[in-house]
């Protein structure tokens, strides 16, 4: 896709730092380094975000990704761990609009890195609760 820069990289048309590459998937260290060792992992074939995947193209990133986290580990042994994530659309601050997933190693809790995961399990019933997974449950099926 033209303007995209994610494109560009693939195409070897702006500079990156390359990890891995086959013909659907290409990988290269995230330009901020959040942690030492941060890639991003992208399809090929461009798609906006998670939304925009197929079962295939699913199967081609996701397949890919214990086989990178799996080098990362082994490359840097002080690695404690691994976030990845994967964020979709401005709200969920994306900010490059090539879907993409970040591969963060870990090496304390100290790291520059963090999630915050609200406890919000006081404002739900029991009912609400079971409402909720009703609705997507529905989705799930329907989309199948
Ligand atoms: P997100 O905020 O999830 O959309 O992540 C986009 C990521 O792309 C950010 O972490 C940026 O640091 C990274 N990024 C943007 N441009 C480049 C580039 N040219 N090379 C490597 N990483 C990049
Ligand atoms: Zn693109």
């Known amino acids: ?3 995209c820069i994610f494109c560009k990289i ?3 048309e702006i500079p ?3 990890v891995y590459e086959d013909e659907k998937v ?3 260290l995230d330009i901020t380094q959040v942690t030492k060792g941060h890639t991003l992992v992208i399809p090929k074939k461009h798609v906006s975000d998670i ?6 193209l699913a199967t081609d990133l996701f397949t890919r990704i214990p086989k990178i986290a799996r080098a990362l580990e082994t ?3 002080e690695m404690e761990g691994l976030n990845i994530v994967n964020n979709n659309k401005e709200v969920a601050y994306q900010t490059v609009f090539h879907s993409h997933v970040h591969l963060i190693p870990r090496y304390s ?3 520059d890195f963090s999630l915050h995961f609200g ?3 006081e404002d739900y019933t029991q009912e609400q609760m079971q409402a909720i997974a009703n609705q997507i449950q529905k989705q799930v099926k329907s989309n199948e």
């Open 1 to 3: 896709m033209e303007d």
């Open 10 to 12: 693939i195409n070897q």
């Open 16 to 18: 990156s730092y390359k």
């Open 26 to 28: 290409y990988a290269f």
């Open 51 to 56: 939304f925009e995947y197929d079962e295939q």
């Open 75 to 77: 490359a840097f042994p």
């Open 109 to 111: 809790k100290k790291d």
């Open 119 to 121: 406890k919000h399990m």
